[in-house]
Structure formats: C-alpha cells, structure tokens
C-alpha cells in the first residue's frame, strides 16, 4: 500500500515533465510550453507570470556583438540583429551562423521563463549579409519584371537560405513607394506605382508561406514552417515620398494621397498575415512616424486590426529628437505610447531599459501598454513555432547560394532588363548579338566588378566593389561564357577612342553606372552619369557599334548621351548572376522587362511620375522594347 502511494506522485510528475508542464513555484503547470493549447491561451498563460524586468526584455532588440549570454540573460532580451555587414567572422559559413546564433539563444533559454529570443536580418535581395549567398535583383529591377509569381519564388528561396543559418527572421520586403529617385533607397522599392507595389507584396507570402485560406482573424502574424521566416513590412508609412526625395525626411501629402499611394501595399501585406511592421524614420506632415500614435495604434493596429508586433528602425527611436539622443527619455516615452512594441537598439539597451522601468515605475506609460506589446512580439513567437524549435540546425545549409536559387536569380535578371533604345533611326536593331562575331570589345567600370553589379547592402551595408568578398558571375565573364569559342573577347575597362578605332571590333558593349550606396549616403540631388562614364560611352560609341548597359539603381540623366549609343539596357542593379544580363544580350532568352518608374530627361523635371501633369519623359513608365530569342 506504501509503495502504491508513493508512486501515485511519481507518475503525475512523469506525466508533467513529458508533457512539459512544468510547475512554476505556485503558479501550477506551465501552460505556454505545451504546444497543443491555442496560441492566445499560451500567451496569456506566460505573459501573467512576467515580471516588468522581463516583459521590458522582450521588447529590446540588441546587436549581435552585444549579444553575450549574460547580456541574453540578465538583461532577458527578446531579439537580436545582424546590422549590415554585421557577421560572425568574414566570409563566415552556414554552419558558423548557426553556431552563432545558437549560442546567443542559449543565453535566452537560461533565464527563469526559457523564452526564446528571435534573430533578425536585412535579407533585402537574398541573404545579402552572407558570403556566397545567392544575391538578386534589388526590387527596382524585380518591378521591371511584371512577374509577381517570380517574386514569390524568391521570397521562398530567400528564406530557405536565410533559415539555412540559423535565422528565423528576415526584415523584408520593403513595401515603399519610391516617387523620387533621388532617395538614396529608391531601388530598394518596386516601382513609383502603389499597384505595382501591391503586386509584389506576394514576395511576403514567398518569405512566410501561403497563409491558409480558412477563416482567421484579419492581421493575425502567420509564419508557415521551419523552411519560412517571419517577415517585415517596411517603412511604414510614407519613406519613398519625402520632401525633394531626402531620407529620412518629411512626407507633405494630403489625407487621400497618403491613402491612394503609400498605403495599399500595407493592405496587401496584412491580407497575407505579415508578421511584423518596421516604422519609417521619416515623417507625415511634421510628424515623426515614430511618435505617430494615429498611425501606428489607432490606424494600423485598431483599424486594420494588425495583431502582429511593430519594430523600431536602427536606433529609430532616438532620431524622434534633434540631435537625435537628446532627450532620449521624451523618445522612449513617445515611442512606445504611439504603439511600438519593439525597440531596434542595438548598443545602448540598458539605458533604454532603465528609462522604460521608470516611465513605467511612474505610471507615465501605462501597464496595458507593456502588456500589448509583450502580447504581440509573444504571438509571432508562438505562431512560428520558436518555443518548439529554439535552436537552429542545419537542415538547409546546401540551401546557401545553390544552384537552384541561382538558377532563378538568373531568371530575375533577365526578366528584369529593360531595352529602352535598339538600333538608331532607319538602321536594323542591334540586338540580340550574333554569339559567333570576329571581336568583341567589352568595356566600362561595371563589367568585370561584382561589387558594382550587386550595389548596397550585399556583404557591407554600403556594398562594395570587385570580386573577392562574394561568389558571383560578372557580366565580363558571362559573355565570355556565352560567345563561340572562336570570338575574341576584348576587355579595357577605361579605353581611349584611338584604341577602339584602330582595334575593328565587331561591338562594343560597354558596362557602367553607380557605384553601391545604401540609404543617405545615396541621396543623390543631380543623378548624373557618373564619371569615367560619359567619356567611356563617348569614346567607345564614337568608334564602333555599341551597346550601353547601365547598372544603376534608378534612372539616370542620360539623354545627351542616348543618341551615340546603338543600343540601351537598364540593367538596375542586377545581383551575383551576371548571366543573365549575357543570355539577353547574345539572343538566349528575349527582353521583356518595362520601367516600373518613369525616366525623366532632365533633372529639374524630377520628382515626375505616371498620371503628373506635364508628364514628358524620356522614356515612359511601363517603355520596355522587346526582342525575340535567337534560339
């Protein structure tokens, strides 16, 4: 009969560990960790056995380089970032992401509650941030595509590469639209037209998956299994239409323009259950978006009923003030009434924890308030499954810049060409070349230079340029892959007109535009063709038959140089597969692509977009030439 007695305990305890309802002090079993109960029951469950010390932590989001097990520990911080170029070590592997990563977790699983922190990461055209990842197109010349399926696909391979390290979390896609090029981050938008921007959206459902169509509650997060990613709308809302097209400025829009532009691609991405939305550093009308309460809760969140959580950008919050940091009390107050939820702060997070423990201490931000947004950044925890799985393995590292991503990247470059010019008045076009000519000069900065080709935010935040800190194909290369075996391949990346003259070639392809810049620091106020370009079209295009191919991100001014030229291709910044630019030129696969932005003549014309009154452009929104494969 004792024996019986004493085994009763025993197997209810068994029962309890098995299941893994733990019992928490008084508090009775650990309902949050048994993955059969409803998402709101485990929330509900964990968030009323959190302290304020620990729901503050979930809101914190660190860099990687603070990211120590003590920092994840004492501090029990919610979410850690890789900021651009920010890596474990250089050219570091799948397998030494994962361990990374791995180990910043075991930090967070060693606090009392063993709440998962999430990883996030620019994954803005592919895993960017990572050696021999796959690099596509940047959006600009994805919108030229008009191929909304294809950007779907690449958000499902994006994902598998960004899972194939270790993270579960990507911050894309950018949604902005982008209405005037001199914004530094215009190629990082689909287009100047918020339906095409709408389209593309899809990419979200590529990231997380195809939300199921039974009924759920509008705005609900949805992350699809452990091959998808919680994804990020940004930049809520506005960022591509600033003042004189400055980042992080002012947006002067009206109440139906802010909601006939710059708002339906986030209707999009809540019908596909985005997880998460990033606020923009810009402003509406005076209005930093970070302190905008009726945008952020009483708009998004109330009205469109978003239920996942909303994250500040890089050290967003202290740019509410000017300087920003100034008053970085009245900015963490600001911020997280107006309805942020979680707070990118990658150096300075005790200060921030500190100053939101006494705004809270102090009754100047409400407990509900807290609770919202722990409830939030829990919700998309729980919906992805991160409290199952809180370690990352390696089940997709072969995934990393495979052959079949790069298969579609090459895909997306060749969608994404447009033809604007083949062949001047009453001559045959130019293109598609003959594979089999005598001799081919290529030419220009561009040509043999993957950092160039990739742009901003591939490896370094700002980009970089030549071919050692990625794997990739350059356009040089991919032609002479594509040739007969019997044509010569000529390349002077800076050629003089007596050389080309004296030299006969058969054509002369000549590759140049913008060097890589990420955001400010590609604000650009004249968008001239950058130098030794024009002399190297002018002494090129003044010698032989050429074709100009221009790898920017955004149109350019360069109409008084488009009469020279034979032929044009805006080639955007088209990513690692440089083959794909090879395979149009030379016949293999036909151009098809059109300008998902309208390209001005003149600078003094800009910001000009489709449907503006004086609408005389260069070249249309949707010119595209098209040609017919060779083969």
């Not at 733990?22 to 029951?41: A, C, F, R, S, T």
């Not at 032989?544 to 805006?570: F, N, Q, W």
Request: some cysteine; proline content about 6%.
């Amino acid at each position: 009969m004792k024996t019986k007695r004493s085994l009763i305990p025993l197997v209810g305890i068994l029962f309890w560990c098995c299941c893994g309802l733990l019992v928490d002090g008084n508090d009775g079993p650990m309902i949050y960790k048994d993955p059969k109960q409803p998402v709101e029951v485990r929330v509900k469950d964990l968030l009323s056995r959190m302290t304020l010390a620990e729901k503050i932590g979930q809101m914190t989001q660190i860099e990687r380089v603070n990211a120590t097990f003590d920092a994840m520990k004492n501090y029990f911080i919610g979410s850690v970032l890789s900021g651009g170029g920010s890596v474990p070590s250089p050219n570091a592997t799948a397998q030494q992401w994962i361990d990374m990563v791995n180990d910043i977790q075991r930090g967070a699983m060693a606090t009392r509650l063993g709440i998962p922190m999430i990883y996030g990461v620019d994954a803005v055209h592919g895993h960017n941030n990572v050696y021999k990842a796959t690099i596509f197109p940047h959006n600009v010349g994805l919108g030229a595509t008009r191929d909304p399926n294809l950007v779907k696909r690449i958000g499902a391979a994006t994902a598998l590469e960004v899972r194939a390290t270790g993270i579960p979390y990507a911050f894309a896609p950018c949604i902005a639209v982008c209405r005037d090029p001199r914004w530094g981050r215009c190629y990082e938008s689909y287009s100047e037209d918020a339906k095409l921007v709408q389209q593309f959206s899809v990419i979200i459902s590529g990231l997380q998956g195809d939300a199921p169509s039974k009924q759920v509650k509008k705005g609900r997060p949805f992350v699809g299994g452990k091959d998808k990613v919680a994804a990020c709308a940004k930049h809520y809302v506005g960022d591509g239409g600033t003042v004189n097209g400055i980042n992080e400025n002012n947006t002067i829009v009206t109440t139906e323009q802010l909601f006939d532009i710059h708002m339906p691609p986030y209707w999009s991405a809540l019908d596909q259950r985005v997880s998460t939305v990033m606020i923009s550093y810009s402003s509406i009308n005076g209005k930093k978006m970070h302190a905008n309460k009726e945008l952020v809760t009483e708009y998004l969140k109330e009205k469109l009923k978003f239920k996942g959580f909303t994250i500040s950008d890089w050290e967003g919050i202290d740019r509410i003030t000017s300087p920003p940091h100034s008053n970085y009390t009245y900015s963490v107050q600001e911020s997280v009434l107006a309805g942020l939820d979680m707070i990118m702060v990658p150096y300075l997070y005790p200060e921030f924890i500190n100053i939101l423990t006494d705004l809270v201490n102090k009754k100047v931000i409400p407990m509900r308030r807290i609770n919202d947004a722990v409830k939030r950044i829990l919700r998309v925890k729980f919906e992805m499954g991160l409290f199952e799985n809180p370690y990352a393995d390696n089940s997709f590292v072969d995934k990393l810049g495979c052959k079949e991503h790069r298969e579609l990247a090459r895909e997306a470059v060749r969608k994404s060409l447009v033809l604007l010019k083949n062949g001047k008045q009453q001559s045959p076009p130019v293109l598609p070349l003959e594979k089999k000519l005598p001799k081919i000069l290529v030419a220009g900065t561009h040509a043999d230079n993957l950092g160039y080709q990739c742009g901003g935010w591939t490896i370094e935040w700002q980009g970089d340029s030549g071919n050692n800190y990625t794997v990739g194909t350059t356009i040089l290369r991919a032609i002479n892959a594509t040739v007969d075996p019997s044509t010569q391949v000529v390349f002077s990346e800076r050629p003089d007109y007596n050389f080309v003259k004296d030299n006969n070639f058969s054509i002369g392809i000549v590759v140049v535009g913008e060097v890589p810049y990420a955001e400010t620091k590609g604000d650009n106020t004249n968008l001239t063709l950058p130098w030794p370009a024009p002399d190297i079209i002018n002494n090129v295009c003044k010698a032989t038959k050429c074709v100009v191919v221009l790898v920017s991100g955004r149109p350019l001014v360069i109409e008084p140089y488009v009469e020279a030229m034979d032929a044009l291709v805006a080639a955007w910044l088209p990513g690692s597969e440089g083959q794909g630019v090879a395979d149009a030129l030379f016949g293999d696969s036909p151009f098809t692509g059109k300008l998902s932005r309208t390209w001005f003549r003149r600078i003094d014309q800009v910001p000009m977009n489709l449907g503006d009154q004086n609408y005389d452009p260069l070249f249309p929104f949707g010119f595209g030439l098209q040609t017919a494969p060779l083969n």
